[in-house]
């Protein structure tokens, strides 16, 4: 039987934060993280496409609350204890600056993943920390005041445990033996699958910012929008995998979006159109794109309407007009099944909110029982959101952890 004060599972994003924050707060703790692979923070190496997304830049804790479907509520008061602005000066303070990109993501400034885990390691070498690989928990059990920790490689003891697994089947499986309750885990943050004429051919195409609807839903979204080789994605896709992702998952990812290309009503589209027709009447419409919309995908919508690439604007009757305005503003896609957004993905679902006390991340239901990061039924849109919660929920277990 091995002793510990403090034992965190998993070596991931939130438990090396939480790990680093209780050795540091006070250095005579014996603290060890559990990690069942060979290597740790195997998912900060990949995060963010190899740069890790740190951080947002969004400072206002009613505004930040607002990225996360699930979450919401309880991050309020945990975000005006430990926000955006204490990760970057927490990282600061440890020689990792971050910088700020046009859209508010936040990135160390040397673009890589790399100095995020560097910075772990040396930390957790500095205070002590054991970092034990290879130690997968098999059982969690209390007795009295101590929780036994089973590993594959031996039995843990130690009065306090902070949980940070982020979506593991199996430690959920552990949590709901000890009495909590699991919010079934649903994938987020992925992109849409739609084979469609219109955008087979043109993969690459960025609109700057469209408004997607999904029929007969009240989910909607807006922001850019990419078309890839296999169907749709980028924010505007991205935010409404997140916030439908248990409505999604109960259509088996078969549903209908509409997409406004140019954010105008139909009405005023039309409008648009017949002043086109007028001043611009000895002009093909494939030609030219109007709107800004991107050529390419210009081209498409003009085909679709059934018109060929030598029509004049003169020759366009009213129905025309109104089909390529449809187009515009009302385009419908069907979507057939999901894909990876590789960049960054995450499950929604975990332990149930209400089983835990958000001003210090205990369990409600199983004293020095703690919880960070992704194991918890929190999950968030893309931008540097859901490293947020990590460091968030580490931060503050960990500062209750050592009282
Ligand atoms: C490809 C990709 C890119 C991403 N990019 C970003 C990004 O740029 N910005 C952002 O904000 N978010 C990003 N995310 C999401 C982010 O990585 C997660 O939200 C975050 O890692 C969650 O941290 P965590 O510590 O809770 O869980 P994890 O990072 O998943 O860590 C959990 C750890 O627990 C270990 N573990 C599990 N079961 C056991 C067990 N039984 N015994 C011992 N150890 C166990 C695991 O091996 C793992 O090391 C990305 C996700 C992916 C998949």
């Known amino acids: ?17 939480a790990a680093i924050n209780i050795a540091e707060a006070n250095p005579n703790l014996k603290v060890a993280i559990l990690e069942r692979g060979k290597e740790v923070l195997t998912k900060v190496k990949v995060s963010g496409g190899g740069r890790c997304n740190v951080t947002h830049a969004e400072f206002i804790p009613q505004e930040l609350v ?41 990135f160390p400034i040397t673009d890589s993943s790399q100095t995020i885990i560097d910075c772990f390691l040396k930390e957790v070498k500095k205070h002590k920390v054991e970092v034990l690989t290879n130690h997968s928990v098999k059982s969690i059990e209390k007795s009295g005041d101590i929780f036994e920790i089973e590993t594959t490689q031996g039995v843990f003891q130690s009065k306090k445990v902070l949980v940070a697994t982020g979506s593991n089947p199996k430690i959920w499986q552990l949590l709901e033996g000890l009495g909590h309750s699991i919010a079934n885990p649903v994938p987020s943050l992925f992109t849409f699958n739609i084979k469609d004429e219109r955008i087979k051919n043109i993969p690459g195409v960025v609109v700057n910012n469209v408004s997607v609807k999904v029929l007969d839903s009240d989910l909607e979204s807006s922001g850019p929008l990419l078309v890839t080789h296999w169907g749709l994605s980028a924010p505007a896709i991205l935010k409404l995998s997140a916030f439908g992702a248990l409505e999604f998952a109960k259509k088996n990812y078969k549903f209908q979006i509409e997409i406004n290309f140019i954010k105008m009503s139909f009405e005023d589209c039309v409008e648009n159109l017949k002043n086109l027709k ?44 109104e089909a390529l305005a449809a187009q515009l503003t009302q385009a ?27 001003k210090t991340f205990e369990s409600k239901l199983i004293p020095h029982l703690y919880f960070a990061g992704e194991v918890l039924n929190i999950d968030a849109v893309t ?19 050592v009282k």
Not at 1 to 17: E, N, P, R, T
Not at 75 to 103: C, N, S, Y
Not at 339 to 358: C, P, Q, R, W
């Open 1 to 17: 039987m091995i002793q510990k004060d403090v034992l965190v599972i998993g070596g991931g994003a939130a438990g090396f934060f």
């Open 332 to 358: 419908v896609f069907r979507v057939d099944g999901k894909s990876t957004f590789k960049e960054e993905f995450v499950t929604a679902g975990g332990i149930d909110l209400k089983e835990v006390n958000f």
């Open 66 to 106: 607002l990225n996360y479907p699930r979450g919401e509520k309880e991050l309020l008061g945990p975000f005006h204890q430990f926000m955006t602005g204490d990760t970057i000066e927490w990282f600061e303070k440890r020689g990792v600056a971050l910088k700020i990109e046009d859209d508010g993501r936040m």
């Open 383 to 401: 931008g540097g959101f859901n490293f947020q919660n990590a460091w968030t929920s580490a931060f503050i277990a960990a500062k209750n952890i």
């Open 278 to 321: 007028q001043r611009l009447a000895k002009k093909t419409v494939f030609k030219f794109a109007q709107f800004d919309v991107p050529k390419r995908l210009w081209h498409q919508l003009v085909l679709a309407i059934g018109i060929d690439n030598e029509t004049r604007w003169a020759d366009m009757n009213k129905e025309q007009l």
